[in-house]
């Protein structure tokens, strides 16, 4: 017993001491970031196209949008959504989109998203439910919230550049009250974490700093645990879910990001595989296409770009 005490008494001061230089010599952590936090209804400091929201932290502001670089403006329903409310009474398939500002489908027209084309494409009422900035913890909520009476016959989800980012904590914690991990707490282990990540992914590996030597996010988003099981979440809250791989700029030279973010995009082709759902595997699709006639920057598609998404999801679903 005085071994393993000897030991537990080693181990804590070796960490100690790991933490307390980590500390004294490496970057602080990233402080917290209340930048998008807004009481329900009211405007997001910075954000004139946003408003607060109780379950998600914000949605779209409802009304004419003159922002998010799309031409001749759009507009948002009561529901934060992009375009008209859903149709009632229904008169066929409903189909509803979660994700990011990919799916929002900033800088391009209404007629241009692919959420619009597909639906022309199927004959069905096609929901845009992207919002930017969102990620899949978001998307549930609102799925589970304030869009609950949406009530589509098939999901399509498309989270996935936001759960990536990092941050001083998740969006659990931040907007959803979940404790924080004590992990995310440690200097050390944040610093640990980076270089194992470092190693695995190479010199392509996203660095989740604010400017040179400055702090760390001792977090994701949404961690890819979480990422799985929010995934799973949001296939269970339709009677049929289908996922959707979102393409990025790096896509025409390999069909991948070349980073730690082809583990989330790995993690929803299991997801889709394990539930027997369609996928709709873009990256593939990219490849060998003329980067700048595809994408306005590392993660949003032109409307070429957005035809191109169009024709894989089309072809997925039917």
Not at 77 to 87: E, F, I
Not at 274 to 303: I, K, N, Q, S, Y
């Amino acid at each position: 017993m005085k071994r393993v005490g000897f030991a537990v008494v080693v181990v804590l001061l070796v960490l100690g001491l790991a933490e307390g230089g980590a500390r004294a010599f490496g970057p602080g952590l990233l402080p917290p970031d209340r930048s998008r936090m807004a009481k329900p209804g009211e405007q997001v400091a910075g954000e004139p196209n946003m408003v607060g929201d109780a379950d998600t932290g914000w949605r779209a502001k409802e009304g004419p949008q003159q922002s998010f670089g799309i031409p001749g403006g759009t507009t948002v329903n009561a529901l934060g959504l992009r375009g008209a409310a859903p149709v009632e009474p229904r008169t066929g398939k409903r189909i509803m989109f979660v994700g990011d500002s990919t799916v929002f489908g900033v800088f391009v027209a209404d007629r241009d998203t692919f959420v619009s084309r597909v639906g022309a494409a199927l004959g069905v009422e096609a929901i845009n439910a992207g919002c930017p900035g969102y990620s899949s913890w978001q998307a549930l909520q609102a799925v589970r919230g304030r869009l609950a009476d949406v009530k589509p016959d098939l999901l399509v989800i498309a989270t996935l550049w936001s759960d990536t980012q990092g941050a001083d904590s998740s969006d659990a914690v931040r907007f959803g009250g979940a404790r924080r991990s004590l992990l995310d707490q440690s200097l050390a282990f944040v610093l640990l974490r980076e270089w194992v990540r470092t190693v695995r992914w190479g010199s392509h590996a996203e660095e989740v700093k604010v400017g040179l030597s400055m702090p760390v996010a001792p977090s994701f988003r949404v961690p890819i645990g979480q990422y799985e099981d929010n995934l799973r979440a949001l296939a269970a809250s339709a009677p049929q879910a289908a996922f959707l791989i979102l393409p990025s700029i790096r896509d025409p030279a390999s069909g991948k990001v070349g980073d730690f973010r082809d583990a989330y995009r790995a993690t929803m082709r299991e997801v889709a595989a394990d539930l027997g759902a369609p996928l709709a595997d873009t990256p593939a699709a990219f490849v060998g296409t003329d980067t700048r006639a595809m994408f306005v920057d590392e993660v949003h598609p032109t409307a070429q770009g957005h035809q191109k998404i169009a024709e894989v999801v089309v072809a997925a679903l039917k």
